[in-house]
């Protein structure tokens, strides 16, 4: 079947530090791997995405590369800042045919930025 | 350009009423997805529509739950006899077709006293 994991939170990280959340996912066919954010109170934004192995999706200062060999899509940033404090879902859409354009999502990683 | 609209934002229920959640998807889109989020929990998929039809309901409960999306207005996604299990964060998304990315509206908060 499909299914996102994503590592545990919450983090925390001090102000321009290098930020990685890890994501790793089970699917068959070829998926569309997403990373969106959810500030609080509101609905989920797209940060970036990638559709085929090895692309890179890039978003603000994030990014993401589609690694089919080890079937991840870790989040990175080089220097996070407090307005970055928000929970971040991996998801993924299985375009094998037949299937309809659902998002399987990871668990949700909780961000938390200190001055 | 506006995004995909929810209301109301938050709605109070007590056991054993009725829910109706709106969701108007962007303009030019008609492919609706509606996404349950329990606290501290991922979004997990209920159900998929287009104007008129039910593409995939595999996510929804199989009692008091119901989805529709007309062919003029919003969806709507309906909760008979809600329980305390029901509340919950409901957010509906959309897409110009479908695989391709979806839109979030900012949610629906249920809470069923």
């Known amino acids: 079947g499909n299914s996102v994991t994503q590592m545990e939170g919450p983090v925390t990280l001090s102000e321009e530090a290098f930020l990685t959340i890890n994501c790793t996912y089970t699917?068959?066919?070829?998926?569309?791997l997403f990373w969106y954010v959810q500030y609080p109170g509101e609905g989920l934004q797209l940060l970036l995405k990638?559709?085929?192995?090895?692309d890179k999706g890039s978003n603000k200062g994030f990014e993401a590369t589609y690694r089919k060999e080890t079937t991840s899509f870790h989040l990175e940033k080089g220097s996070v800042q407090v307005s970055d404090s928000a929970v971040y879902f991996c998801?993924?859409?299985?375009?094998?045919?037949?299937?309809?354009?659902?998002?399987?999502f990871g668990q949700g990683t909780t961000l938390q930025v200190k001055p | 350009n506006a995004g995909v609209m929810q209301n109301p934002r938050h709605l109070v229920r007590r056991r054993g009423q009725e829910a109706r959640l709106r969701c108007s998807p962007m303009?030019?889109?008609?492919?609706v997805y509606w996404y349950r989020q329990l606290p501290e929990e991922g979004l997990k998929f209920m159900v998929y529509?287009?104007?008129?039809?039910?593409?995939?309901e595999s996510g929804m409960p199989k009692e008091r739950f119901s989805a529709e999306f007309p062919k003029e207005g919003p969806s709507i996604l309906r909760i008979q006899q809600v329980v305390r299990g029901d509340s919950a964060a409901y957010f509906c998304?959309?897409?110009?077709?479908?695989?391709?990315?979806?839109?979030f509206g900012p949610g629906t908060r249920l809470l069923v006293l």
């Open positions: 998304a959309s897409s110009a077709q479908d695989q391709e990315t979806q839109y």
């Open positions: 699917a068959t066919g070829y998926p569309s």
């Open positions: 990638a559709t085929k192995a090895d």
């Open positions: 998801a993924l859409m299985n375009r094998w045919s037949g299937n309809t354009g659902k998002l399987i």
């Open positions: 303009k030019g889109h008609s492919h």
């Open positions: 529509l287009q104007k008129e039809n039910i593409i995939d």
